[in-house]
């Protein structure tokens, strides 16, 4: 089975913190995802990464930056944290660049800024 | 208007009955289509997956897929209590860079003893 490791499950930060985000997937996935979920928007692309240093923006990456120096490791990172970045986090990932496999999510970072 | 619309419920059935769920899209360049089920503080976690169009069963779960209407269901039958969570439906077109996806808001089902 894929695993997708969120290192922590719960984080609360203050504003104006930089903060970072990690995600681990253990089946040499090419593909890397950050999402986050908000109740009645739904899951919104933050994020994705389809190789080693790339990256590419989704669909609201203001105030986001992410890093993938390993495959296996992306980060998302809240550059100076604000209270609207309260939300559940999620990570996923997925095999080959083009194959139209489906994702495999963790199980979430809810992250809240105070 | 959003690419992929789901009502967001909650339906409300009891034990034992078929849950009936939707998705419907504005993008005819769809082609594969993946139903996640999510419980409560967990990420989504994926049930289904069909490309094209067509019945795709799984257990108690059916997937279906309508392209000429642009729209596609999931039916759960035999419904547990265990089967309390949102689903979600999710869709990417056939040469999508990174595999995007593009979601539903999620529906939140309720399966009552």
């Known amino acids: 089975d894929v695993k997708v490791t969120q290192s922590s499950r719960y984080l609360v930060k203050r504003t104006g913190e930089k903060v970072f985000l990690e995600c681990v997937q253990d089946m040499d996935h090419e593909n890397m995802f950050w999402y986050r979920q908000d109740p009645g928007l739904g899951l919104r692309l933050i994020y994705f990464?389809?190789?080693?240093?790339?990256?590419e923006k989704g669909d609201i990456p203001e105030g986001y930056s992410v890093s993938r120096e390993k495959k296996e490791r992306f980060s998302l990172i809240l550059e100076s944290a604000s209270t609207n970045q309260t939300s559940m986090y999620l990570c996923a990932s997925t095999a080959g660049q083009y194959s139209n496999q489906p994702q495999h999510f963790g199980d979430g970072t809810r992250l809240s800024i105070l | 208007q959003k690419e992929v619309e789901q009502d967001p419920g909650p339906l409300s059935v009891p034990e034992g009955a078929i849950v009936s769920l939707n998705c419907t899209y504005s993008?005819?360049?769809?082609?594969?289509f993946m139903w996640y089920r999510q419980y409560s503080r967990k990420g989504p976690e994926l049930l289904m997956y069909t490309y094209s169009s067509g019945n795709k069963e799984d257990g108690r779960f059916t997937a279906q897929v309508d392209k000429s209407s642009k729209y596609i269901s999931l039916f759960i039958r035999d419904s547990q209590p265990s089967d309390s969570a949102t689903y979600l439906c999710?869709?990417?077109?056939?040469?999508?860079?990174?595999?995007?996806?593009?979601f539903g808001g999620g529906t939140r089902v309720l399966v009552k003893p």
């Open positions: 993008n005819s360049a769809f082609q594969y």
């Open positions: 999710a869709m990417t077109l056939i040469k999508a860079a990174g595999n995007k996806l593009t």
């Open positions: 990464s389809y190789d080693v240093k790339m990256k």
